[in-house]
């Protein structure tokens, strides 16, 4: 088998908590192979398209933390030789991948010339990847899995943002309610796994939360009429971090630079000058908190992969 390259990545269309549950995989497996993983921001849906421009504002680093095996500095990326980046859509890596899950030689089963498509290439990585988070992450409760160990490669680096709510949040009930606000209407082209995700009743999310007593809830969630519709049951029982509230049915704001969204959105969204790097950072405190609460009640989504793995969870579908 070749030499493996100095980096490995793994570009994709995805929310914040897909983006990072790749990235957990590539530092875990660039450490296991002194490498490192790749975090390129510009694919993330805050920076996407007309948004670029705020990547070159600021530093990174002045506020989020980011894991040592990282690489995130955009002019470091560009400069890298594609030679020395092992890349999820290539070939070679299918390979290696299959022989770092399995512990088996990945070229008894895998031909060195063995070519893919683009399109069946990106199928057969992505299914690979959903087989090697199982194996690595079933296989272990949480004390030992090592994927909740690396937990989040990125976080907020201002850790008295976390640290004000973190002794609140361990006490209370987290309910992550990712409800689109009007996403399914906004965009043009939704995609239909992500609107049965939201596509819930939210009563149900009301009648779980009833079962927990007199338990206090931490509510994260893209839409404000549901956190209103919780303090109208549960009083100030009720809460949630300071964040910025999108507009009912503009979305949950992360994905605003999207090309699917209308113009008229978008020219809404920059007139208001809504900075997509306040957006990361609150929603990095709230799915950080979201692992500290003693139970979770969410609907399926990424953004609350880490929280499931972390305490015991009631999943609303």
């Given amino acids: 088998m070749k030499t493996l390259p100095k980096y490995t990545t793994l570009k994709r269309r995805d929310g914040l908590g897909g983006q990072l549950r790749t990235l957990s995989i590539l530092v875990d497996f660039a450490e296991q192979h002194g490498m490192n993983a790749i975090c390129?921001?510009?694919q993330f849906s805050?920076?996407?398209k007309d948004n670029k421009s705020f990547l070159r504002d600021r530093n990174p680093a002045d506020l989020i933390e980011f894991h040592p095996s990282l690489i995130y500095g955009l002019d470091q990326i560009d400069s890298i030789p594609s030679e020395e980046i092992l890349?999820?859509?290539n070939g070679g890596f299918l390979h290696i991948l299959i022989e770092w899950a399995t512990g088996d030689s990945a070229l008894k089963k895998y031909p060195e010339d063995f070519e893919?498509?683009?399109?069946?290439l990106y199928?057969?990585?992505r299914n690979l990847m959903s087989e090697t988070w199982r194996s690595v992450v079933d296989s272990r409760d949480a004390s030992s899995n090592k994927l909740v160990k690396v937990k989040m490669p990125i976080r907020i680096k201002d850790r008295s943002l976390i640290e004000g709510y973190k002794i609140k949040v361990r006490n209370s009930v987290t309910v992550h309610a990712r409800l689109g606000n009007g996403e399914q209407e906004t965009m043009k082209r939704a995609p239909k796994r992500a609107l049965k995700r939201m596509a819930v009743d939210r009563g149900k999310f009301i009648t779980e939360m009833k079962k927990h007593?007199?338990?206090q809830f931490f509510i994260c969630t893209d839409t404000l009429s549901f956190l209103n519709e919780c303090k109208d049951v549960f009083g100030d029982r009720v809460f949630s971090i300071d964040r910025d509230w999108p507009p009912a049915g503009w979305g949950p704001l992360h994905n605003i630079s999207d090309q699917d969204y209308p113009e008229d959105i978008k020219r809404q969204w920059r007139s208001a000058r809504i900075d997509p790097w306040k957006l990361l950072c609150t929603d990095l405190i709230d799915m950080e908190l979201m692992c500290e609460s003693k139970h979770i009640i969410c609907n399926e989504s990424q953004f609350n992969y880490f929280a499931r793995f972390t305490q015991k969870c009631t999943i609303i579908k």
Avoid: H, I, N, Q
Wanted: proline fraction near 5%.
């Fill in 87 to 89: 890349d999820w859509r």
């Fill in 213 to 215: 007593g007199d338990s």
């Fill in 123 to 125: 199928e057969s990585a």
């Fill in 46 to 48: 805050y920076f996407r």
């Fill in 40 to 42: 390129d921001l510009r």
């Fill in 116 to 120: 893919f498509g683009e399109y069946p």
